[in-house]
């Protein structure tokens, strides 16, 4: 069965540069959820998309921003990245918002 | 919002031992509870779920029950084995909305 793909699973990137992480729901699912995730932390909500319109948001910095397309794909766009920016970020998928969430595999960032 | 306490953080079971771990969440309005098992590294991986109309759920060695009077779920592992040992996440939602994480608990199964 079809998962939820994040690309890409790994990404290096310099201090001040930008960063863009993507995401393609399961097949007719139309929210897309963004998790942070530090190194021995629990995932940490970061923003949401019900049928291309956020539909809530958490902890994401104003120097992130993200956008669900047409297609329902999703893209996490990250700005004048920090250290601290290095982490797991995770991808879910649900169906018309009624729980049973699906992760994808993650992008590993690291910011050095 | 919600907030989902979880405990304990570390857990060291013997194997064949059963496991069980906690977790409370704040908001009345969550009534839908899954919990995660991630390997390091790896995405988090749904093992079980329950929602707020049942108490209780079994699915082979692993069980979830649900108290929603006292605002309580506890994940339930008989038979533990080595496979077992992983980082262990519960989460709230009110199922129209994002997941609340736990801060998660590491379990260690000794052979």
């Known amino acids: 069965a079809a998962g939820v793909i994040q690309s890409p699973r790994h990404l290096i990137k310099e201090k001040r540069e930008t960063a863009t992480l993507k995401c393609y729901p399961i097949p007719r699912h139309d929210t897309v959820y963004w998790y942070q995730q530090g190194p021995g932390q629990d995932p940490q909500f970061l923003i949401s998309f019900y049928e291309k319109m956020q539909s809530d948001k958490g902890s994401i910095p104003d120097r992130f921003s993200a956008q669900q397309f047409s297609d329902y794909h999703s893209e996490l766009n990250m700005s004048s990245l920090e250290l601290g920016d290095s982490a797991l970020y995770f991808c879910a998928s649900s169906f018309d918002r009624g729980g049973g969430y699906t992760f994808g595999s993650g992008t590993r960032l690291t910011v050095v | ?111």
Do not use: M
């Not at chain 2, 919002?1 to 977790?23: F, R, Y």
């Not at chain 2, 969440?25 to 969550?30: G, P, W």
């Not at chain 2, 988090?44 to 707020?52: A, E, G, K, T």
């Not at chain 2, 699915?59 to 994940?75: C, E, G, M, P, Y």
């Open chain 2, 1 to 111: 919002g919600e907030n989902v306490e979880q405990h304990p953080s570390t857990l060291s079971v013997q194997e064949g031992d059963s496991a069980v771990i906690k977790c409370t969440y704040s908001d009345s309005a969550s009534n839908y509870f899954p919990w995660y098992k991630q390997e390091l590294g790896k995405r988090p991986q749904l093992i079980i779920d329950i929602r707020s109309n049942v108490g209780e759920k079994k699915d082979q060695r692993i069980a979830v029950t649900l108290n929603k009077t006292a605002k309580h779920f506890s994940l339930h592992i008989t038979e533990t084995q080595p496979e077992d040992s992983a980082v262990y996440f519960c989460a709230a939602s009110n199922g129209r909305e994002k997941l609340t994480f736990g801060t998660g608990t590491r379990l260690t199964i000794i052979p």
